[in-house]
């Protein structure tokens, strides 16, 4: 990657966003001489975005504090769609009031990262439902579709994975690449938008924007992609063993999600602090350099500077000094995730195996049975081998709870209601 002049590029290249770009000494000029406006896409497909989206926020985040403009695009009009990209069927077509209801939980977290309002400088939501969804079908075929070559649209890897598995493509989700590709087109003609960024897997849908652009006598666009992540491992960014790690506070506790990071393997630190926090390049040099034990006190700073940003700071200072009397100290926190199951139930008896599906610990009566087979189970820190275990009101400690265990890391709270 070359040096670049443009404090934008050059924060992102430092920092690992970088994976692709299509003029790379163009856009460095552009961002050197103007303020530039950029997007990045956000489909509604759940009622939050996860961390795997958390690199794309960090991009438009950087871009403002750099000085320019970004946009978060919400796809009101591409959610009724779905994008086709290396998905190996179709999504699930959504209603319009679910798509709603979606991109009104999804925005409550931009917030945390990009300062919105008026401003030459200030970051804009956007909603693309706007215009496609006003869209004249037999216009748009003449006036975009026109544009566009079928060869060149099945050439795309997004695309010609999905055929050589002999997997069906609807026609509907074969326009997704079209409406994205003019979706760059509006938003530079009504906002001046030069840039569209994504992730690398999207690479070919962007540059579809930049030819229709072309094609349509905007401005010359640009596309930068960033690498699509895993751990070390191989595992999905944004994907724990429990399930999606949400950013919306209502569908994952700022505990869970400090937890989460807080398990970084050792060799993915210093690259996720980069990414994910805005300490400086030489404090992350120094907390990489750790060795040993010490490394987990550099875990301890990335999953608090990254809860700080999503849940506010002593929303994650409280979860790091959970975490520490739980895991340091061996005493139970209040501040615990925490269930509440009937009176009546807990006087009665629960089965182990349902409350650890309760409690989120399990998704099935089946695994529940494997984690206490494999002796990863403890209730009140004692372990568990009989599956066939009835707790009660009995069980519950001085505090008025009973301690769930799953592992040495996975704790939650059985109140009675």
């Not at 529940?368 to 009835?390: F, M, T, W, Y």
Request: aromatic share 8%; net charge negative; glycine share 8%.
């Amino acid at each position: 990657m070359s040096a670049f002049k443009s404090e934008f590029l050059r924060t992102l290249s430092e920092r690992g966003y970088i994976h692709q770009i299509s003029d790379e000494t163009g856009l460095d000029d552009l961002f050197a001489k103007e303020t530039v406006t950029a997007y990045i896409g956000f489909d509604p497909t759940a009622p939050s975005l996860h961390a795997g989206g958390l690199i794309q926020i960090m991009m438009l985040h950087w871009m403002q504090k750099t000085g320019h403009r970004p946009i978060a695009l919400m796809g009101g009009g591409t959610g009724m769609v779905g994008d086709p990209s290396f998905k190996d069927e179709a999504r699930k077509l959504m209603t319009l009031d679910t798509i709603a209801s979606n991109i009104n939980s999804i925005k409550q977290v931009f917030s945390n990262y990009l300062t919105f309002g008026d401003g030459p400088k200030d970051a804009l939501m956007v909603d693309n439902g706007e215009w496609l969804r006003q869209l004249n079908y037999l216009d748009f075929l003449r006036d975009v579709g026109a544009h566009f070559s079928v060869n060149r649209m099945l050439s795309f890897d997004s695309v010609k994975l999905r055929l050589d598995r002999q997997q069906s493509l609807s026609f509907l989700e074969f326009n997704y690449m079209v409406l994205q590709a003019y979706d760059f087109v509006e938003l530079n003609k009504r906002y001046g938008c030069r840039l569209q960024m994504g992730g690398s897997d999207q690479w070919g849908n962007i540059v579809n924007g930049i030819d229709l652009g072309h094609k349509m006598g905007t401005p010359q666009l640009f596309a930068l992609t960033s690498p699509l992540l895993t751990t070390a491992s191989g595992a999905k960014m944004g994907k724990s063993l429990s399930g999606a790690v949400w950013l919306n506070p209502d569908m994952l506790s700022a505990y869970d999600f400090w937890q989460y990071w807080r398990n970084t393997e050792d060799a993915d630190v210093e690259r996720f602090l980069k990414l994910y926090t805005t300490l400086p390049l030489p404090e992350i040099a120094k907390l990489a350099a750790l060795g040993g034990s010490e490394i987990n006190e550099a875990k301890k700073v990335l999953a608090t500077e990254i809860t700080a940003v999503l849940h506010g700071r002593a929303a994650a200072e409280q979860a790091a000094e959970t975490a520490r009397k739980t895991f340091e100290e061996g005493s139970v926190s209040d501040d615990l995730p925490t269930v509440t199951v009937p009176q009546s139930t807990l006087e009665a008896g629960v089965g182990i195996l349902s409350l650890f599906v309760t409690a989120g610990l399990a998704t099935s009566n089946g695994e529940a049975r494997r984690h206490i087979q494999g002796g990863a189970v403890k209730v009140n820190d004692r372990p568990v081998s009989d599956e066939r275990l009835q707790l009660t009101a009995a069980d519950l400690a001085d505090n008025g709870a009973i301690k769930l265990s799953l592992g040495k890391k996975k704790h939650v709270l059985v109140r009675a209601a």
